[in-house]
């Protein structure tokens, strides 16, 4: 029978937007959290339980990434992502990625476009054990069409190998790639109801994908019990997604009032785009973009109205989650907690708020937000200690010295338990099983 680890005399970030709380015990048993509980009351001398003093420590949920692509090897462009590395080098590269993700304290992510179905694969791998990594919850390769509707062109299709990203035609082909992503594993289909500014085929403000085909899209994933996510950064583009039943919109870019009243109305969850854009524009020129390039694009208005709307989005209880298409050169693996910094820093969102978007927000959108995101009872013991409250200084997070101990499941993956000094008079040991 395994023994009860008591991490001892801490502050706890509870990951539910307000400021932390000193003095408290976190009791675990096995997987979970039993108890949390002010220090003075924690159960010291129960003979079956550990005590570990993390005494100056915070204990907080781990976090859940909300949008990455996990075999996007911080690529340059389109092509890069597709075909500058073979599909054995992108799944073994992606299954690093998603390892070190839990030394970094997150210890989910959701896929947001999954290249060759590596997302279905590295959940597979992390279910059976076979592989240490985060808990995932996979998407879809991206479902893409050729242009918007009045550019469409057949002859795209036969560029890009099915295996890599699906080109569809037709709503009836829509249907049936739907249905393959799902049988694959794919807990999240991803389309696209407008473009990019960097994308070859459509820009931010163009529609890709109808209204009918968002429809198709939505109504077949529905049907099989998984969600949808949109790539809409346009304003008509987000329109058709709220309009089509979207679980997700990514980005939201030039979201208005109206629009984001309606998110709020039908609880969509937004993964929104600041620190992407806003990266690509100040460094881009550090990874080969010209300045005429650079110019050419339209992010400073993207980032500006994000701006503008995050206040918004908050006072709306839209449900936030962080993760701005990590994978790319200006936005590597391993930068993810820089995101949550440029909340604060940029956009002057309180820390507690933003460690809810990477918390208890993202476990809802992962499927766990009745079973993981927050410190409390009863929740998976998916947590993060930290050298220091991010709450007061959210900085703290993008210091991987300072992310001392990570549990999944109760179990230690990352750092060691061992570090902290034992209560004196209070048993010590720390069961082998969990390290």
Not at 91 to 106: C, D, F, I
Not at 132 to 138: E, H, N, S, W, Y
Not at 342 to 355: D, K, N, Q, W
Request: overall charge negative; proline content about 5%; some cysteine.
């Amino acid at each position: 029978m395994s023994r009860k680890i008591l991490l001892h005399r801490a502050t706890v970030q509870e990951g539910l937007g307000r400021a932390s709380v000193e003095n408290r015990s976190v009791l675990l048993d096995g997987e979970r959290i039993e108890a949390v509980l002010p220090a003075e009351l924690a159960p010291l001398h129960s003979p079956d339980v550990d005590v570990v003093d993390v005494t100056g420590r915070t204990i907080m949920p781990g976090m859940t990434l909300g949008h990455t692509h996990i075999a996007y090897l911080n690529v340059l462009d389109n092509r890069d992502m597709l075909f500058r590395y073979s599909v054995p080098e992108l799944t073994l590269r992606a299954a690093e990625n998603a390892t070190r993700m839990l030394a970094l304290g997150y210890t989910g992510f959701v896929g947001a476009g999954s290249v060759s179905g590596i997302d279905m694969a590295l959940h597979r791998a992390v279910e059976s054990g076979r592989l240490l990594g985060p808990r995932i919850t996979p998407c879809s390769r991206d479902l893409m069409v050729s242009g918007p509707p009045e550019r469409r062109n057949g002859d795209a299709k036969q560029r890009i190998p099915t295996d890599l990203m699906r080109l569809v035609d037709t709503p009836e082909e829509l249907a049936d790639y739907v249905r393959a992503e799902v049988a694959d594993g794919a807990q999240f289909i991803k389309v696209f109801s407008s473009g990019d500014d960097t994308f070859p085929n459509a820009r931010s403000h163009e529609l890709l994908f109808t209204l009918q085909e968002l429809r198709v899209a939505a109504d077949t994933a529905h049907e099989l019990g998984v969600r949808i996510r949109a790539h809409s950064r346009g304003l008509d583009g987000i329109r058709n997604a709220i309009a089509a039943g979207v679980d997700v919109i990514d980005h939201a870019s030039y979201a208005d009032e109206a629009a984001l009243e309606e998110i709020a109305a039908r609880g969509i969850f937004v993964i929104p785009s600041l620190y992407q854009p806003h990266r690509l524009l100040t460094t881009g020129s550090q990874h080969g973009k010209t300045t005429d390039y650079l110019e050419s694009l339209e992010f400073q208005d993207e980032v500006d109205n994000t701006l503008r709307i995050l206040p918004i989005m908050v006072e709306l209880g839209i449900p936030i989650v962080a993760g701005d298409d990590f994978g790319f050169a200006w936005t590597p693996h391993g930068s993810y907690a820089e995101e949550l910094a440029t909340y604060v820093s940029m956009a002057g969102i309180p820390a507690p708020e933003v460690l809810r978007w990477a918390t208890a927000n993202a476990a809802a959108l992962a499927g766990r937000g009745d079973d993981a995101g927050t410190v409390q009872a009863g929740r998976l013991a998916d947590l993060v200690i930290t050298n220091g409250d991010p709450a007061q200084d959210i900085t703290i997070l993008t210091r991987p010295a300072a992310i001392e101990t990570v549990l999944l499941g109760g179990r230690v993956v990352a750092g060691d338990l061992n570090r902290y000094r034992p209560v004196a008079d209070a048993p010590a040991a720390i069961s082998g099983a969990l390290l």
